[in-house]
């Protein structure tokens, strides 16, 4: 009986068993194509020669536009500073300006802390890449700890930890001292790929030392690496609508993927919203992640979040003014928006083509969607109505126990995460080589990514996993392009 393969929104929702042989028997390195033309893959319903690929995703021109008219097409260690290649000169000025807020270093004099993680945005953020899990016995400098105990806090989120908040903040502003420094081990757990190839994973755990004041019984750690803040105004310009569409949290169509969206609490409305950043979906809007950052990372103030966020343990904590206007709170909030996003590179690539092919037959699409298309965003017609490529579905997903950090915050679970975007993963560690992946850092390449992959995402791992060497090393090479 003749099999299908059904896509729907640019996800591949079903491959047969008999397509994934085919992949894995017909692609050794004897039969490897050595042009477009000729045949790799052995006739079939659902792939039937190499030259078929391109019907699983297009590869044309466009393609390397991930992030529509905005992409850029830089490659040096600048390439996720740059301004959408699309903004008039008004936009460009107001770009700048944010930049400028971005990169502010604050001291106390400007109302740094007086606990706080980082005196500048750019400090985590650096050439606004991705951070680093530190070595055992370094500061944080790129990542923090969110902490929370049981039970629902008022606006349905994580419940703070009392004397600590949601975050921990690793410096103080004498004479108030840091809330507890961080003490971190790494778990070594060793496999094998299918070939017999062996691997090493580790696992960060993270102690608090010198606690401020005793800690609460039950505490719950998560930590978070900072990530790369390209394309953000693109993903927040995507309706909620497609959201709902990608969504299937009952797993109607069996292909064990159940996107969710996680509803949280929008500050700036005081209204449940959907989330869509952090890497649990937490935050509804940019707006809120950026006055977010300025008060939970620096101890800054705003009128979104006008409490110092060590308010009660200590007299300088006590309620003051805002620290940052509404002003510089908008502009920041402008820069994250119109960030570029750098474009595909190598698109005649014939083993990165061959990658792309088994990143959607094995699965993996069907949470990193390939494309999508924005609507308005107000006040942001550079990121408005755009085709993009961002490669995630911006929803919760059950990551398995190997990921879990037991912590939920509002719908998401302690198993559940959001699908990071995939653009501009190629160039991760030319902006940052010490850059490391997943939201606490333990995964030092892309291999090891897709490795602790579990839940939904169990069985494409495993696919990966058990992949003949050239054949792992071609999707690798596909998100080398990306």
Not at 45 to 50: D, P
Not at 128 to 141: I, K, T
Not at 336 to 363: C, E, H, I, K, Y
């Amino acid at each position: 009986m003749r099999s299908t393969m059904l896509v729907k929104s640019h996800r591949i929702v079903h491959a047969t068993p008999a397509a994934l042989l085919i992949v894995l028997a017909a692609c050794r390195p004897e039969t490897a194509p050595r042009s477009i033309a000729e045949p790799a893959l052995a006739a079939d319903s659902t792939i039937a020669t190499y030259n078929d690929v391109p019907a699983l995703g297009s590869f044309g021109p466009d393609e390397a536009l991930l992030g529509g008219a905005t992409t850029v097409f830089r490659t040096d260690d600048e390439a996720f500073e740059q301004p959408a290649a699309n903004l008039d000169a008004a936009g460009l000025a107001q770009h700048d300006a944010g930049d400028d807020a971005f990169g502010k270093v604050f001291v106390a004099s400007t109302g740094l802390g007086p606990q706080f993680n980082n005196p500048a945005c750019d400090g985590c953020h650096v050439l606004d890449g991705r951070g680093v899990l530190p070595a055992p016995g370094q500061p944080l400098e790129s990542m923090l700890l969110r902490l929370s105990v049981q039970g629902t806090a008022g606006d349905g989120g994580p419940l703070g930890a009392p004397g600590f908040g949601g975050q921990l903040q690793t410096r103080g502003v004498p004479p108030v001292p840091a809330e507890a420094s961080v003490d971190i081990t790494l778990d070594v757990t060793r496999g094998r790929y299918g070939d017999g190839t062996p691997f090493e994973l580790r696992r960060p755990r993270f102690a608090l030392r010198n606690p401020h004041r005793p800690l609460p019984p039950g505490l719950l750690i998560s930590p978070r690496v900072a990530p790369p803040v390209i394309g953000l105004g693109l993903l927040e310009a995507v309706p909620v609508a497609t959201l709902e569409r990608l969504a299937d949290p009952n797993d109607r169509d069996g292909d064990g993927i159940s996107g969710r969206i996680n509803v949280v609490f929008d500050a700036r409305n005081g209204l449940p919203g959907v989330g869509r950043f952090g890497v649990k979906a937490n935050t509804a809007s940019l707006f809120q992640q950026t006055a977010g950052a300025y008060n939970g990372d620096m101890g800054i103030t705003t009128s979104l979040f006008p409490a110092e966020n060590c308010e009660g343990n200590y007299p300088q904590c006590a309620r003051k003014p805002a620290e940052v206007t509404d002003s510089v709170l908008r502009v920041n909030t402008f820069y994250s928006q119109t960030l570029a996003v750098p474009a595909r590179r190598d698109l005649n690539d014939l083993t990165a083509r061959l990658g792309q092919a088994l990143f959607l037959v094995t699965g993996c699409a069907s949470c990193h969607t390939t494309q999508l298309q924005t609507g308005t965003l107000a006040g942001v017609p550079a990121v408005s109505n755009q085709t993009i490529r961002p490669f995630t579905d911006l929803l919760i997903h059950d990551m398995g126990e190997g990921l879990a950090d037991d912590r939920p915050d509002f719908r998401a679970s302690g198993r559940e995460w959001r699908t990071a975007p995939l653009w501009g993963i190629g160039l991760t560690k030319v902006i940052n080589p010490d850059a490391t992946f997943l939201h606490d850092g333990r995964a030092r390449t892309l291999a090891e990514a897709i490795l602790w992959h579990g839940g939904e995402a169990q069985r494409s791992r495993e696919i990966f996993r058990l992949l003949p060497a050239h054949l792992r090393g071609a999707m690798l090479r596909f998100l080398e392009t990306l």
